[in-house]
């Protein structure tokens, strides 16, 4: 290739401040300006497909929360799921509706994370400190409801493990409270920055043409204009009984990802508003299913999806009438963001965009390679 | 004509598992038309994943393609099954993008071939130089064992089992001395204090 | 007079350090976290004095912090720290502002020529950005400068605290001057939105990269002796210089203050949008000042 060749070859990662999580970028530079980037990812894997189909569904459910750190709930959900899917079980009301708080919490915690990073990659240091503060708080309401912080092991096939403590919608209100007047700082800290502003239009811009065709979910998809999502489109669990908007804008750049997350961040409070109302007060919390190594998977395969915060997450499980799980194949958001979509983007842009682009697709290296 | 029906011209059968989710079953030569008139004709136009399914004992790979609708409202599985030993597939990369990464990381796990594929290289894996892992006939604990050496005990190192059934017995026998004493101290108090009758009511 | 000049150092260092310590606080406060002690520098500084190099590149790789800390001494023994004593004033009478300008380029030019010997990609790619970026800070800054030199006419500093002593401090006479020279002290001291060359994010921390042990430490206290040294010119030129102690802490603590308040609440500029902006705004007010100097005295 000709214009490969006075490049200088750097290698953004695996241990770099700039990225997110444990993966390296092969950058071919001519100047600052990127000619050629390639994804390596291997720091991380964990075999734990591999790891599954040696376990029964109780086995399997202590690490299956384990395969994307972020964001542990909808890896969780789906497998709950699918294994209801496939054994035919039925949850109560009840726990539907403690399923969808915990999806939601989770959301607001991820997208807290996500705006820590997104600050940080350009330099402002400010924004980390105060927005993994806030998400502390969630996560001692987590700590309070499921027994971890960040790993719950809480949604089981046929319900949740426990019930709520007494005073936690309380609590949880509360919270939102606080979260309501931190997000108007953040505002004006943050989304109206005038230096943020400038490093973040017009940089990473997404063809809508092929978003798509080309499986691109979350909020690169929403950011170009395209209202869809998991919980409007396939709804599950709850959420075609509750209240709430999808936000979109229209110029698919780094700033328009970023209105959207701050968007979803008032719709999650929204939705956990009407989900504090509504909640049943009687209820079994888990549907019995027999023991451990006699709970046998019917032969059959199934695919279900779940909207995590970066985008829709897919499981494929399939059962083969023993008590294991003959193949449980996950299909994170990040996948084709990391390969197709990160590589394109940032051919002709600079090295000060790296690490700002990444973070706006929400790329996350343990669910590329579990 | 709607799905059904067109999939039945065709001697395919369409199996609706829930409200959002199809599965079609195919042979291997009919694989790409399929899937070219599922984009063309019924808008599903989305890949959203490749699945792989090894069933050591048939000798198969069991493929799933994922497709989704532009609305995004259905999935559809589309089903194939290849030989284990010669497992090659069409390469879809040209059609969908996001189709490389996919194959080549089946190619890394299982050893599908994927002809016309611009990089099957290593995914995750370096300088791997067994059987591709995900298959079923690769044995994980053997292979932990013959890689890494365990090491030896401490030299004061004690069998669980033993010290186990020990402690277990001697709990035993300490339960049994106090029911013992217990009761013959009752014996010496009744001895001692012969009891008294209470007069219940006047 | 090596004596005084001995003192001096030591007094930049000490005032550098715990004014860098007082940043550290001052910073933790607001982002709400746990807060090191003021002498925290000190504790860092004389660990990192008594460590070794862990890898050499040779000679030329080591003349980079030494040819920052040459500048950065010599600023500070030029500069004269107190207006009213005849403190170091046989030194002081040597430099004007001319000869001050070029020594505060000296120490990126140095840097640029030993980081480069050392192999490093990213430490290649700091020390252009850093260069690259001394040209859009310079513009306004020099333009105040010679806007001051002007209303004095002269460039001796000493002269220019007199001339403040009896018609009242720059800061009030020429605010647009001070204005356009303080956009790029911020860029000067190392403060978001120019705190380019070193970015963790982007370039691994461009020129530090390969710097332990001594000269890491050679470069913190050049750093803090070079603050110093630029804080009592901005006193000097602006605020009419200090004739105490007390006044020299005071007035150093407030311009300080303001600086690292911008800078804890904005991020980074890419190289060429620090250029392009310090070319229009801040250049666009220092030359509507100097031409309120030229055309109305």
């Known amino acids: 290739m000709n214009d490969l060749k006075n490049t200088i070859k750097i290698f953004h990662g695996p241990q770099h401040p700039g990225i997110t999580g444990n993966m390296s970028v092969e950058l071919d530079l001519l100047g600052e300006t990127i000619k050629r980037a390639r994804v390596h990812v291997g720091y991380l894997h964990r075999g734990f497909e591999k790891l599954v189909e040696r376990r029964t569904v109780v086995q399997a459910f202590t690490i299956v929360c384990r395969i994307c750190v972020p964001e542990p709930d909808p890896n969780e959900e789906n497998f709950a799921r699918a294994v209801e899917n496939l054994a035919g079980l039925e949850i109560s009301e009840?726990?539907?509706?403690?399923?969808?708080?915990?999806?939601?919490?989770?959301r607001l915690a991820n997208l807290f994370l996500w705006m820590g990073g997104q600050a940080g990659s350009i330099g402002l240091g400010l924004i980390p400190q105060w927005s993994v503060c806030d998400r502390d708080y969630m996560l001692d309401l987590f700590e309070e409801l499921t027994g971890g912080r960040v790993y719950h092991m809480y949604a089981f096939p046929g319900g949740v493990r426990r019930d709520l403590p007494d005073g936690f919608l309380d609590k949880l209100s509360d919270l939102l409270d606080y979260y309501e007047k931190r997000i108007i700082?953040?505002?004006?800290?943050?989304?109206?920055?005038?230096?943020?502003?400038?490093?973040?239009?017009?940089?990473?811009?997404?063809?809508?043409?092929?978003?798509?065709?080309?499986?691109?979910?979350?909020?690169?998809?929403?950011?170009?204009?395209?209202?869809?999502?998991?919980?409007?489109?396939?709804?599950?669990?709850?959420?075609?009984?509750?209240?709430?908007?999808?936000?979109?804008?229209?110029?698919?750049?780094?700033?328009?990802r970023a209105l959207v997350r701050r968007d979803e961040m008032i719709q999650s409070i929204r939705i956990l508003r009407q989900i504090i109302e509504q909640m049943p007060e009687e209820g079994d919390i888990l549907q019995k299913i027999q023991k451990h190594r006699k709970f046998?998977?019917?032969?059959?395969?199934?695919y279900v999806q779940t909207e995590s915060a970066r985008g829709a997450m897919s499981y494929y499980m399939a059962g083969d009438g023993s008590e294991k799980i003959r193949r449980m194949q996950v299909r994170g958001p990040s996948l084709v963001h990391a390969y197709t979509l990160l590589e394109k983007l940032l051919v002709d842009s600079e090295l000060a965009d790296v690490a700002m682009t990444m973070n706006s697709l929400g790329i996350c290296p343990p669910e590329i390679e579990r | 004509m709607d799905l059904a029906s067109k999939l039945e011209k065709l001697s395919l059968e369409l199996v609706q598992k829930n409200d959002y989710l199809y599965k079609v079953s195919v042979k291997i030569d009919q694989l790409e038309s399929l899937l070219l008139s599922f984009i063309n004709e019924f808008n599903y136009i989305t890949l959203d994943s490749i699945n792989c399914r090894d069933d050591l004992e048939d000798g198969l790979f069991t493929i799933t393609y994922c497709l989704q609708t532009e609305a995004r409202d259905h999935i559809v599985m589309v089903q194939t099954s290849i030989e284990r030993e010669t497992a090659s597939l069409p390469t879809m990369h040209t059609i969908w993008p996001q189709a490389e990464i996919m194959e080549r990381e089946m190619h890394e796990m299982f050893g599908v071939d994927f002809p016309g594929h611009p990089t099957l290289i290593d995914f995750a894996l370096e300088y791997?130089?067994?059987?591709?892992?995900?298959?079923?006939?690769?044995?994980?604990?053997e292979y932990v064992n013959s890689m890494n050496p365990f090491r030896g005990q401490r030299t004061d190192a004690l069998d669980t089992k033993e010290e186990m059934k020990k402690k277990r017995e001697a709990k035993k026998a300490a339960k049994l001395k106090a029911e013992q004493e217990a009761a013959a101290k009752a014996a010496q108090e009744e001895q001692n204090n012969p009891k008294q009758e209470v007069s219940g009511d006047e | 007079m090596v004596f005084q000049i001995i003192l001096l150092i030591m007094l930049a260092y000490v005032v550098g350090f715990i004014y860098f310590g007082l940043y550290r606080n001052i910073t933790a406060r607001i982002q709400g976290r746990y807060r090191p002690t003021v002498y925290q520098s000190f504790y860092d500084s004389i660990k990192l004095f008594s460590k070794k190099q862990s890898v050499s590149y040779g000679w030329m790789f080591y003349l980079g912090p030494i040819i920052m800390a040459t500048g950065a001494v010599l600023t500070l023994i030029l500069v004269p720290v107190f207006s009213d004593?005849?403190?170091?004033?046989?030194?002081?009478?040597?430099?004007?502002?001319?000869?001050?300008?070029?020594?505060?380029?000296?120490?990126?030019?140095?840097?640029?020529?030993?980081?480069?010997?050392?192999?490093?990609?990213?430490?290649?790619?700091?020390?252009?950005?850093?260069?690259?970026?001394?040209?859009?800070?310079?513009?306004?800054?020099?333009?105040?400068?010679?806007?001051?030199?002007?209303?004095?006419?002269?460039?001796?500093?000493?002269?220019?605290?007199?001339?403040?002593?009896?018609?009242?401090l720059n800061i009030i006479n020429h605010p647009l001057l001070f204005i356009g020279a303080m956009i790029s002290m911020v860029g000067f001291f190392g403060e978001s939105p120019f705190d380019i060359p070193g970015a963790p994010q982007e370039v691994y921390s461009g020129p530090r990269t390969e710097f332990s042990g001594k000269f890491l430490a050679l470069l913190m206290s050049q750093g803090s002796l070079f603050a110093f040294a630029k804080l009592v010119l901005i006193v000097d030129l602006f605020l009419g210089g200090a004739d105490s102690l007390e006044m020299l802490v005071l007035k150093t603590f407030a311009i300080f203050v303001s600086i690292i308040f911008?800078?804890?609440?904005?991020?980074?500029?890419?190289?060429?949008?620090a250029v392009d902006f310090l070319m229009k705004l801040p250049t666009l007010i220092a030359v509507l000042g100097l031409a309120r100097v030229v055309w109305f005295g």
């Open chain 1, 94 to 106: 009840k726990a539907k509706y403690i399923r969808t708080m915990v999806l939601e919490m989770q």
């Open chain 1, 185 to 256: 700082v953040y505002n004006n800290t943050f989304f109206d920055n005038v230096i943020f502003k400038k490093r973040a239009i017009g940089v990473g811009i997404v063809n809508r043409d092929e978003v798509l065709k080309n499986a691109y979910v979350g909020q690169t998809m929403r950011a170009c204009g395209i209202k869809k999502d998991v919980r409007k489109d396939m709804p599950y669990l709850m959420y075609d009984k509750l209240d709430f908007d999808i936000p979109i804008q229209q110029d698919g750049d780094v700033y328009a």
């Open chain 1, 296 to 302: 046998k998977l019917p032969a059959d395969d199934t």
């Open chain 2, 128 to 141: 791997w130089d067994n059987i591709p892992p995900l298959r079923r006939d690769f044995d994980t604990l």
């Open chain 3, 85 to 168: 004593s005849d403190f170091l004033r046989s030194v002081t009478s040597q430099g004007n502002l001319f000869v001050l300008l070029y020594l505060m380029v000296l120490g990126p030019l140095g840097n640029a020529l030993a980081v480069g010997t050392g192999g490093n990609p990213f430490g290649v790619m700091g020390v252009v950005r850093g260069l690259t970026r001394l040209i859009g800070l310079e513009l306004p800054f020099y333009i105040a400068v010679v806007g001051l030199i002007i209303a004095a006419n002269s460039s001796d500093i000493v002269h220019i605290i007199d001339m403040q002593k009896i018609g009242g």
């Open chain 3, 262 to 273: 911008i800078g804890i609440v904005y991020g980074r500029y890419k190289v060429e949008q």
